[in-house]
């Protein structure tokens, strides 16, 4: 019988990948063991279509764009307003409705070394990402009398960290049995020839497989068998990198139900023309996403009769699927996306490689690309300054730095809607905690104890 080794060494010679056992006869026997584990667990039929389809990836397809139509919260009457917050509320009493945070990534663009939900922003409490969409949670399911279940995607990168992170922090309150994590899947990254890139001698360059990737990993995990047997029939899926995320919105679930739509999308007009986010549309008449990186530059520019942007709807990465629609969409092919990125790895001598140009592909799904499937999207467009603080860059624009101050601004407006003097503010940081208050309610009576605290509750 064939050793694992020469099982391996096959399999490679016949998808030409036999450079990833360069350095094998360098490595402790289990690292060895390892790098063979990596190896069986690759799909190379899939690695081999990738490559071929690197260059004819969705952002090179005809699309016939229209812009969308987007509810405007901002113009509905108060009537309306109590009406889908009320449905929305009713949903949450019921315990139909899951959270679900999308969070594989790492903080390495923001200079963090660790997941990127355990990033604290730099609000005098220090709270993380991760506490405050907790804490946002906790006070929704205070006010339902109902546990929300949360479900966080990790990445085999993460995983480990981010269960620990959680752990350490004896789960920010949460009851244990109401957070399920799982992982999504990855994929190799490869070089302009097909060959798949060594991360080093003994580990193969993995990447997240995409967004797009969290329905099947909601199946696969048994996250999807969950949620029926707790009775959940929306999912709030959301981004983990937001500051200023409103966790299972009561007035977002309501607008979406009592719209009879099967997903929806939360958006806000763009800040500018260039801004690095996706733009909710219609694509031959059927809802779509199209990202920043695949957009051309006439459709960021694009103007209407009244000289706005036509194509102004921004996807701010919150949406609600419907459990049905979660179904459908695990076993749906999505495309994927290729990305022409720098990446490190090491060279054909096992020395590192530090590429100042991009070197190799890299390819995920995304999660929108399903929105095509859904016969109706509903598009809610809401106030950016009360619920859109993206932390992407170390600096600049969509910086901790940004995020803070947006969180920060808020929380001064809802002392002043709540009655707080000018005066009294003056010189101060308050920074209101998500247990007290969700979205500024219940603020009136508090606020000389708010006010005597130095700088956050
Ligand atoms: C594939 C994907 O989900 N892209 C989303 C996502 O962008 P990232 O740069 O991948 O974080 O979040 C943006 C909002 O922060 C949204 O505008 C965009 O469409």
Redesign the pocket.
């Known amino acids: 019988m064939k050793s694992r080794k020469e099982q391996a060494e096959a399999l490679l010679r016949q998808y030409n990948q036999q450079h990833l056992l360069n350095f094998y006869h360098d490595l402790t026997a289990e690292a060895q063991e390892s790098l063979l584990d990596q190896i069986f667990s690759l799909d190379f039929e899939q690695v081999a279509a990738l490559f071929d389809q690197r260059t004819d990836s969705p952002a090179q397809m005809e699309n016939e764009l229209t812009p969308i139509e987007a509810g405007v919260w901002d113009e509905f009457s108060e009537e309306r307003k109590q009406q889908e917050e009320e449905a929305g509320w009713q949903a949450l009493r019921s315990g139909r409705v899951a959270a679900l945070v999308v969070a594989g990534g790492q903080g390495s663009r923001l200079g963090h070394d660790g997941p990127k939900g355990t990033f604290n922003i730099g609000l005098p409490s220090g709270k993380s990402l991760f506490q405050l969409q907790a804490e946002r949670l906790l006070n929704l399911s205070s006010q339902a009398g109902r546990t929300i279940p949360w479900y966080v995607m990790t990445s085999p990168e993460n995983d480990g960290e981010t269960t620990e992170f959680f752990r350490k922090a004896d789960y920010f309150g949460y009851p244990r049995e109401a957070i399920f994590f799982f992982e999504q899947s990855v994929l190799p990254a490869i070089d302009a020839e097909g060959k798949i890139l060594l991360a080093d001698k003994d580990r193969i360059s993995l990447a997240p497989a ?2 797009g990737d969290c329905f099947a990993a909601i199946k696969r995990s048994g996250a999807l068998a969950d949620m029926k047997a707790r009775g959940v029939e929306w999912v709030f899926y959301y ?1 983990v ?2 500051a200023l995320v409103k966790v299972a919105d009561p007035k977002f679930i309501g607008y979406t139900i009592s719209s009879g739509a099967s997903a929806a999308c939360k958006v806000v007009p763009k800040s500018h023309p260039e801004e ?3 733009i909710v549309c219609l694509n031959r008449g059927r809802p779509a ?1 199209i ?2 990186s695949d957009m051309p530059r006439e459709m960021m520019t694009a103007q209407n009769e009244e000289g706005r942007l036509l194509y102004d709807q ?4 919150m949406h609600l699927f419907r459990l049905d629609f979660v179904e459908k969409g695990a076993d749906y092919p999505l495309p994927y996306h290729a990305a022409h990125k720098k990446i490190a790895a090491i060279d054909e001598q096992g020395n590192p490689l530090k590429p100042s140009e991009p070197n190799a592909y890299k390819f ?1 799904r ?3 690309d399903l929105f095509p499937l859904a016969d109706k999207l509903a598009v809610l467009q809401v106030n950016r300054s009360e619920e859109f603080a ?1 932390v ?1 860059n170390k600096e600049g624009e969509d910086s901790p730095e940004t995020a803070r101050k947006l969180v920060l601004e808020l929380h001064r407006k809802w002392l002043l809607e709540a009655g707080a003097a000018e005066e009294l503010l003056e010189g101060r940081t308050v920074e209101i905690s998500p247990l007290i208050s969700y979205a500024g309610e219940g603020l009136h009576l508090r606020i000389s104890e708010l006010l005597e605290q130095e700088q956050s509750i």
């Open positions: 995409g967004n981004n990198d937001n690095k986010v996706g996403v990202e920043y921004a996807n701010i990465s995920e995304f999660i929108f993206p992407k």
